[in-house]
């Protein structure tokens, strides 16, 4: 199994960045994926879930409205879209399939002026 993230980076306040993940060497249309992010000093938190067929999805109520999870089965990735960010969104983003335990090595998000 393997998750790699992308499309990380520095942005501006109100600025937008999309994240890609690439899965590979599992079937990817079977699971859930989630995005996990982590700032300095805290721990990981959801941020955004969305489920094996991309019908259902769920956020932390701090990007609701702000950011949008989704997939495309055909090509084993799953994006997140990041619309007006803020600094307090600067943290570390994960890639996870948490029903088997695997894991991005993570994408650097720096929302600064």
């Known amino acids: 199994v393997q998750l790699v993230e992308s499309g990380g980076g520095l942005v501006q306040p109100g600025g937008s960045l999309r994240l890609s993940c690439a899965a590979s060497?599992?079937?990817?249309?079977?699971?859930?994926m989630s995005w996990y992010r982590q700032a300095p000093g805290k721990e990981r938190e959801l941020v955004a879930g969305?489920?094996?067929?991309?019908?259902?999805?769920n956020y932390a109520d701090s990007v609701k409205g702000r950011f949008t999870i989704s997939r495309d089965n055909a090509k084993n990735t799953v994006y997140l879209q990041m619309n007006s960010l803020k600094p307090e969104d600067t943290a570390v983003y994960y890639c996870?399939?948490?029903?088997?335990?695997?894991w991005g090595q993570g994408t650097q998000v720096t929302v600064s002026s």
């Open positions: 996870a399939a948490v029903r088997l335990g695997s």
């Open positions: 060497g599992f079937t990817f249309s079977s699971y859930s």
């Open positions: 969305i489920s094996s067929a991309g019908g259902v999805t």
